[in-house]
């Protein structure tokens, strides 16, 4: 015996029990913690140009280091995913998220082993990051090549 | 399909549960509960793993059988291969059948249980599903110190095993009837929100529970659903009412809020979700209530989300099912 259901009294009410998603307060939380990470790394240029009197081309890349460096290690000491669930896509689309998803992925699957484990997992979710990375960094670079001329 | 059942009953249960679920309503229910998710062990399998161990082993204690006295372990988790289950009741037994809906799966192994032992094939069979957050988290979704965000819709997965011990000899609590789900398609597509997605199942077999059976909502005591959360819940009872002008809100919940303290405890979202977690509730909370014979007739409904990733990632819908188990005091 099959009773169908009906499909769009089902959503109609459906309707009335969604949950709430207060996108406006996530926005500003992400708006505001994502500053404040941006905010850091200017601090970490900053302060290397005026200690070190490296370049800034320099020092932005040493920041990055930095950076990568205190995510992965905030992941591996098991409070970057708490943080990451209240300060969601503030902390998740710098390149805090970045490290903090090698990481994680590297933590997860260690037991399986450093080839079959970490070797073939670490990229689970930062794959599609550098492989989209790299093609649109590519169609930039031909379109400023093409636009300007200047490689 | 609606069998009903003259001589199977309910022996003992015993019930393992994590950390969160310690922290739940539920918790002086609970046989033995874990503070830390690893178990002891090293990986997040080994942890599931080891609660169905533990349970397994504390319920032939409980009830004093040996190994070989028991017939049949059927059972289920939401690992790959059913890892858990298969390793877990390894030398417990002396047969095993995996089995697999989802979150269903511990009323699907009650039903067959149940069946086996009605038609005098065994003499007990014992019932033992498990889940683990993390060991799901992973599975599913993403690895589990992403910790990413996920709306409130999204629900749970409980840690912990829960096994039963049915048997054809007489106790004061019986398996009286149960009804087998059908597989529901209703377009659902969002696993951040199951209990909309199972919701229908639960709808569907509820239904054709009472109506094989003839029989009204408030012949129970109480009807539970596995793990539709707080939305699906409402979705349920509206529907219910609406549709089928049948009355769910006296004697009507949902074992995934039942086992968690959702005002307080934010991180379980809509509530609990995963085999275990129905399990949990009526292994644990609603047996206890049945032997103080403070609830007398009880309708389990186990939702199950029959989810799979790479059919979510290629478009498809998520289908569910839910089979319904009506356990009474004699």
């Known amino acids: ?151 | 399909m609606t069998f009903t059942y003259d001589n199977v009953y309910v022996k003992d249960t015993a019930t393992i549960a994590g950390p969160y679920e310690k922290k739940g309503p539920l918790k002086k229910y609970f046989d033995k509960t874990f503070d830390d998710l690893y178990f002891d062990e090293n990986s997040w399998e080994k942890a599931e793993i080891k609660t169905v161990k533990e349970s397994l082993k504390l319920l032939h204690k409980k009830v004093g059988l040996k190994r070989k006295e028991v017939d049949i372990i059927l059972g289920g988790d939401l690992l790959n291969q059913i890892t858990a289950t298969t390793y877990g009741s390894y030398n417990f037994s002396k047969c095993f059948l995996g089995l697999y809906t989802a979150c269903a799966t511990s009323t699907e192994a009650m039903i067959l249980g149940s069946c086996l032992i009605d038609s005098k094939k065994v003499k007990n069979a014992i019932v033992t599903v498990s889940s683990h957050n993390m060991a799901a988290e992973k599975q599913f979704r993403n690895p589990t110190e992403y910790g990413a965000p996920k709306p409130k819709s999204a629900t749970f997965t409980s840690t912990g095993s829960a096994s039963m011990l049915l048997t054809k000899e007489k106790t004061d609590i019986k398996v009286e009837s149960s009804t087998i789900g059908q597989i529901i398609d209703l377009g659902q597509n969002d696993p951040n929100d199951m209990g909309k997605v199972m919701a229908p199942a639960a709808i569907d077999t509820i239904k054709r529970h009472l109506k094989d059976l003839n029989r009204t909502a408030d012949y129970y005591d109480l009807i539970v659903t596995g793990d539709l959360g707080l939305y699906g819940k409402e979705i349920v009872k509206d529907y219910m009412l609406e549709e089928y002008n049948i009355d769910l809100s006296k004697n009507y919940n949902d074992c995934g809020i039942m086992l968690y303290d959702l005002k307080e405890q934010e991180e379980c979202l809509a509530g609990g979700s995963g085999p275990v977690c129905s399990a949990l509730v009526s292994f644990g909370y609603i047996y206890h209530q049945m032997k103080k014979k403070k609830l007398k007739k009880v309708l389990i409904v186990a939702t199950g989300a029959l989810f799979s990733p790479t059919m979510t990632y290629q478009k498809e819908n998520i289908y569910s099912i839910a089979n319904a188990i009506s356990l009474e005091v004699v």
């Open chain 1, 1 to 151: 015996m099959v009773i169908i259901m009906k499909n769009e009294k089902y959503e109609l009410i459906a309707q009335d029990h969604k949950a709430p998603n207060p996108r406006l307060k996530n926005a500003i939380i992400a708006f505001v913690v994502g500053g404040i990470i941006g905010l850091l790394g200017e601090g970490i240029i900053e302060l290397l140009c005026y200690f070190t009197h490296m370049s800034r081309n320099n020092a932005g890349t040493i920041m990055i280091v930095v950076m990568i460096f205190i995510a992965s290690l905030s992941t591996a000491l098991g409070f970057f995913d708490k943080l990451v669930t209240k300060f969601k896509c503030g902390l998740l689309i710098p390149i805090t998220g970045f490290a903090h998803s090698m990481t994680s992925a590297a933590l997860d699957y260690k037991r399986e082993g450093p080839i079959y484990g970490i070797g073939a997992n670490i990229f689970k979710l930062a794959g599609s990051v550098i492989l989209y990375g790299i093609i649109a960094a590519w169609f930039f670079g031909m379109i400023r090549f093409l636009l300007g001329g200047r490689v």
